[in-house]
């Protein structure tokens, strides 16, 4: 007996998307490393088309080889690793001073409303003045030394940061505030014990992406009043137009920011390997 229900294929089973094609998916070590590394390759392959084939001129993008001999030269007699060091201890004095005040004052900005009244509408008043139009009273006050150095890569640093850290704190869960008021703890306590440590990762990652705003604050701070450093090199190379020594430099800024970014990230993951385990 024939049946008067239409008969109806069954679904087809969906092709589940490779994980570091879906949202929120990971993606293998080995995968990453490749694609990484073929995009870079593009990029440089994509530099030497444009030199070594004559469509743009050198004085506007020299080629790979003319950027790696000037930084071989700069190498070879010093300037390079004398620029360097004292950038990178403009970088760790400034961003240090900045992180340390910033941490305490953005916990306490986002664990209490009398904090968050009292700091935040100052605060968000001054972050939204440019470090370049501070650079003129910064000169006046403290001169050309290395204090004006690091108070224009603090004064660029610590008001945003300080407002990230804050919003992460915000972020803690109350369920875990109220545990602790359950088992008698101060509010202080609290703070120390519960809400500090659960907002660790967010800090840690809150800084180690202001650091790479800090860099920019630095070149800026040395392209007046300095005699060495990144930012002191590029403008004296824009100068006379050297742009080997332009380009040569902005590829170490990205080595080394690329490296330290890393170390960070892969520090952090260590030692806050119970936030990975629950993302």
Known sequence: MSSDVPLTPAPRARR???AALRIGGGIHP???????VTVFAGI????????????????FLPSPGDVLGRLGELASDGTLWDDAKASIVRIVVGFAVATAMAVPLGVLMGSFGAGDAAFTPAIEFLRYIPPAAIVPLAILWVGFDE???YFVIWFGTFFFETLLIMDVVRRVQMELVDIGRT???SELAIVRRIVLPAAAPGIWDAARAMLGWAWSWLILAELVGAAEGFGYRIARARQFFQSDTIFGYLLVLGLIGLTIDQVLRFTGRRL??????RR
């Open 272 to 277: 806050f390997r119970w936030a990975e385990e």
């Open 16 to 18: 589940r998307r490779p």
């Open 183 to 185: 088992l008698g703890h």
């Open 44 to 59: 440089i392959a994509a530099w030497c088309i444009a030199t070594y084939g004559g469509m743009v001129d050198a004085i």
């Open 147 to 149: 204090t004006y150095k």
């Open 30 to 36: 080995g995968l990453y490393l490749a694609i990484s």
